[in-house]
């Protein structure tokens, strides 16, 4: 049923589908009777009424026009508005409600073309999604109509003209303006239930010019909604000084001193610049009060308020604000009180068993997940058993028995510190849940380095849960990248799961040649991520050269990447490598060089067995990495060294053989050869070293370089 009628769709075409797009939008918003859309309908027909009939310049209403071009939402209820408000004007208003109809219409068939035009995801996108210079576009053309429809209606003259360039520029102005407050992050919600912090921007750029965007045009719409209640007096009471008082004391209660003054500064400006200092005054005196009570801030705000109006004007001052700001007071007093009311204890209960249920279920699959510790094991003991058995014929599986225990359990202690919850980190992120505005919902944090979160409340229509504000809080409190979110709902709980994911890469590029006495290279080189959100790089020298020292270092280079991942930690794994080494009945040893960069926080380590330097190069700066040890195989005890080190993005690593650089000091060349600008790809960089070690008669040992880059994502 559901391909005939698409079929049908098609053959009717583009107009048809557009058609059905629109009645299915309004059907949407008509149906959708939650009670706060139906606060965001009723708000849109409001304020379409209100800017439909506010006269700007030369006697142009471009308010309306722009409102309509603007909306992403409740489009056809502020069309309903605005052509309610043109109609007050009279016969001439009969002109702006259908230029009001015609904005509709452009962006109906802009962003319904789109739609029909669109596949899979594409297809299903709303209607009014189009972006800014789009809808600024449908605002342009509409009042362009406007303004020919004025010249021809009263002839040419100077007035028409300037009618017909504010009817034009402005309408695109104000949907510019506006598009930064409605096409933002933060919703309506939010912006009255949220957190305090929606404010908060993190320290990516393009996130603060977006914020900053969005706090612009917020002042700018509260501005011209203040201005456009100008005009309306019941009984002498200006409503314009009331929305102003509204609007103030609302900013200075949800978000401080700061943002109270300057939402009471600009919501009066426009209409009195004489008392707009007096309610920035209101705003910044009740911010700083509320913290000791409600009643304090309304009282002396208000006092500030009165007396700045007597101030400036004299009685009439006084009594043209203080009769509006009593309304106010009024107004907004309940409103205080509904967003700060407490739900009942019953209910609260409820709530907080419902989310620890969800919760609660939720970490046992996690926990149960991590305790089939085996895996990690099981694929490294998969590996490494045949290679084993390849390089060693004296029952080396046997002989160290004890060591492939220990690695069985550090990896089982490793799976198990990762179920294990993170109090720390739980306290730190419930502040941010619950300034989000779960009130009783439950947030845990697991895990020791691999951070997984699971968080659970009540949240009817899903803004909450899925506010990327939870996700930005999450991580500015943790220091870690999470990956994108998983959701579940049942009835009105909803519950989000997410895990900390790499916040750094590590590109690689190697380059090889065998030294003069022989044809095979006794080096071995790797580069590798494992499972467990590591990335290394890796160099191995056997003893000598040719095909037996390249049976040993090929050795140590597969059996670390093999058995890297699995949980055990670096000393056993080195130990069991230097144990198997020294089984061999015939002498032979390797060195062992590895970088290791944890991807999820960005720790870099280094493990040097008999290895040379490396180095880290940070822009114009270069660092040795040096460790005085032996090579593997050779002793019993052990003779490694675990050196850390901090990079940061951009930074580049370079690892060489003792072909090119011995393991006592430096050429003379390399450190000065380093210290260039390194080529634009990393291939080319370690081409480079390894021609000039050539160059300089580096070429009678094998040599190797590995060159690496950390990036930050």
Known sequence: MEVKEKERVKRRGVLSGLSSDVRESIKREGTDTGSFKLWINLSAVVIGFLFGGCHLFFGSYPLGLALVSALPSSVWFALLGVSLGSLTLGRSGIIYALIGVLAVFLRVIISGGEKVKGKGSESEKALFSENVTLRVCSAVISGFVAAIYEILLESISFETVLFGVCMVILPALFTFLFSGAFYHDIGVRELIFGTKRIFVASENRGDKMRLYSFKASLLVFIALAAFSLNKYNIFGINLSFVFSGCITLFAAKRFGTLYGAVVGFVSSALVSGLYSAGFALLGAASGALF?????????????????????????????????????????VFPTFRFLEREEAPEIRDNVKRRATDMVGTMALAYRNRKAIFSEPVEDSMKTLIPMLNSFSDSGVIGENYALLSKIIAESKQTA?????????????????????????????????????????GEDKDGTLITSPLLRRGLEEASGLKFSEPEYYRRDDMVLMQ?????????????????????????????????????????????????????????????????????????????????????????????????????????????????????????????????SETMPLGIIKQVDAEKISAAVTHGDYIIMLSDGISDSSDDPSWLPEFLNKSAPETLSEYAEKILAEAKRVGRGKDDMSVLVMRVEKL
């Open 291 to 331: 913290v000791f009570g409600v009643w304090y801030a309304i009282g002396l705000g208000g006092a500030l308020l009165s007396i700045w109006g007597a101030y400036v004007s004299g009685v009439s001052g006084f009594l043209a604000l203080l009769p509006e700001y009593l309304i106010s007071c009024c107004i």
């Open 416 to 456: 198990l510190s990762d179920r294990e919850m993170d109090e720390e980190l739980t306290g730190k992120i419930e502040g941010v849940f619950l300034d989000l505005g779960f009130k009783s919902g439950v947030i845990r944090a697991f895990g020791e380095r691999k951070k997984y979160v699971i968080c659970s």
């Open 498 to 626: 997410c895990e900390a994911t790499k916040q750094y890469k590590l590109d690689f590029a190697l380059a090889c040649a065998a030294g003069t006495s022989g044809e095979v290279s006794g080096d071995s080189v790797d580069s590798f991520e494992t499972g467990d959100l590591y990335a290394h790089g890796l160099i191995s020298d056997g003893m000598g050269s040719g095909s037996e020292a390249k049976k040993t270092s090929r050795f140590a280079v597969d059996f670390l990447k093999s058995s890297l991942g699995c949980g055990a930690s670096y000393s056993t794994l080195i130990h069991m490598l230097n144990s198997i080494i020294r089984s061999e009945r015939e002498e032979c040893s390797a060195t062992v060089d590895l970088f290791t960069l944890d991807l999820i926080t960005g720790e870099a380590t280094f493990i040097k067995s008999g290895a040379a330097p490396s180095y880290i190069k940070r822009k114009s700066s270069l660092f040795r990495i040096k």
